[in-house]
C-alpha cells in the first residue's frame, strides 16, 4: 500500500509562489502517471497537472504556464511549483498516481483514474 504526505501548502497574497510537495512511501513500482488535483468548496475535484514516467507534462488551461509539475525519482517525491496564484486557484490541493504510461497518462483526467490519495494541503490566495 502506498501512502502520500502532501506539504508546502499556505496563504499567499495574488502574484505570490508556493511550491507543493508529496512524498510517497510503500510499494510505488506501478506509479508511472502521477498527478496534482485541487478541490474548491462547492467544486468537483479537478486535475491541474500529470507528469507521465517519460516526463512528459499536461496541465489544465487554467494554470497552464503559471505551474509546473516535476518529480524526484529517486526520492519519491512529487513536486508543484505555482507562481503568479491568483484567488481563483485557492483549494485543497492534492496527489495522486495511476498506472497509465505515455497518452493514457496525459489524457485520463479524471479523479476516478487515479488512487493512493494524500489527505491534501490547503492554498489559500488573498486578493
Known amino acids: 500500500q502506498v501512502q502520500q504526505v502532501e506539504s508546502g501548502g499556505g496563504s499567499v497574497q495574488a502574484g505570490g509562489s508556493l511550491r507543493l510537495s508529496c512524498e510517497a512511501s510503500?510499494?510505488?513500482?506501478?506509479?508511472?502517471?502521477m498527478a496534482w488535483f485541487r478541490q474548491a468548496p462547492g467544486r468537483e475535484r479537478e486535475r491541474v497537472a500529470a507528469?507521465?514516467?517519460?516526463?512528459?507534462?499536461t496541465y489544465a488551461i487554467s494554470v497552464k504556464g503559471r505551474f509546473t509539475i516535476s518529480q524526484d525519482s529517486a526520492k519519491n517525491i512529487l513536486y508543484l511549483q505555482m507562481n503568479s496564484l491568483n484567488p481563483e486557484d485557492t483549494a485543497m490541493y492534492y496527489c495522486?498516481?495511476?498506472?497509465?504510461?505515455?497518452?493514457?497518462?496525459?489524457?485520463?483526467?479524471?479523479?476516478?483514474?487515479?488512487?493512493?490519495w494524500g489527505q491534501g494541503t490547503q492554498v489559500t490566495v488573498s486578493s
Open positions: 495522486a498516481a495511476a498506472a497509465y504510461k505515455g497518452w493514457l497518462c496525459r489524457a485520463l483526467a479524471g479523479k476516478e483514474n487515479y488512487g493512493d
Open positions: 507528469i507521465d514516467s517519460d516526463g512528459q507534462t
Open positions: 510503500g510499494d510505488i513500482s506501478n506509479r508511472t502517471c
